[in-house]
């Protein structure tokens, strides 16, 4: 059973422009979220994360959105740069666990 | 400071034999985690180890076993492979035990024919 559910695997968006990539989960007991990004050949690189407590957290270009109550989390990449094209993981965590439960990914492509 | 390093690269296997997938985790990092990311999938979590013993495993049968070293180093070895068990196999590390930024290895992609 997908516990952190990436319904998009793929996106496009023009150098620039907003990226937005969504992310749902169904186990309330997640209270630590994290998104990676992931280059082929490399493993998963730690972009940004948000603790239940909050419901935005900010990075520079990225920020990160959680709605507990819809049990869906969103990140937005502005300004999208060609070398933000990646494999964008999103992950969950339940504090009291030492595993974290990855979507399936969400390929983004920014076009210059 | 040194990242997470795994070896090999590469590894292609027979059904039925036995392999052993080596991490060294980031200087200053005592936990080490590791997660199979078949194709198209996202990374699941096979277990963790801290101070050389298992701490938390994932979904996966006895015959995926591992060990920590002092230098807390990690090794995950995986007996009687079969083709499901192709897949990119990651190693992450963390500073302390429930951490949940974990820094990840570049993977090992095993290929079971």
């Known amino acids: 059973d997908q516990q952190v559910k990436q319904n998009s695997p793929s996106l496009s968006v023009q150098e620039g422009r907003i990226s937005i990539l969504n992310c749902d989960y169904t186990?309330?007991?997640?209270?630590?979220f994290l998104w990676y990004k992931k280059y082929p050949a490399e493993g998963p690189t730690f972009l940004i994360s948000i603790s239940s407590i909050k419901d935005k957290n900010e990075d520079g270009r990225f920020t990160v959105f959680l709605n507990k109550s819809a049990k869906h989390l969103s990140l937005h990449i502005v300004p999208s740069q060609p070398g933000d094209s990646a494999v964008y993981f999103c992950?969950?965590?339940?504090?009291?666990?030492?595993?974290?439960?990855f979507g399936t990914g969400t390929r983004l492509t920014v076009i210059p | 400071e040194t990242g997470v390093t795994q070896s090999p690269t590469h590894l292609i296997k027979t059904r039925g034999q036995q392999v052993t997938l080596r991490c060294s985790s980031q200087?200053?990092?005592?936990?080490v985690s590791w997660y199979q990311q078949a194709l198209g999938q996202g990374p699941q979590f096979i277990f963790q180890?801290?101070?050389?013993?298992?701490?938390g495993r994932g979904n996966f049968p006895p015959r995926f076993s591992g060990l920590q070293f002092p230098n807390y180093s990690s090794e995950l070895n995986v007996n009687a492979l079969e083709l499901d068990d192709s897949a990119l196999y990651l190693c992450a590390s963390t500073d302390h035990i429930k951490s949940e930024e974990q820094f990840f290895g570049p993977g090992t992609r095993l290929t079971v024919l």
């Open positions: 992950a969950a965590s339940d504090t009291g666990a030492n595993n974290l439960f």
């Open positions: 200087s200053g990092h005592n936990t």
């Open positions: 180890y801290y101070r050389e013993e298992e701490n």
């Open positions: 186990n309330s007991m997640f209270d630590y």
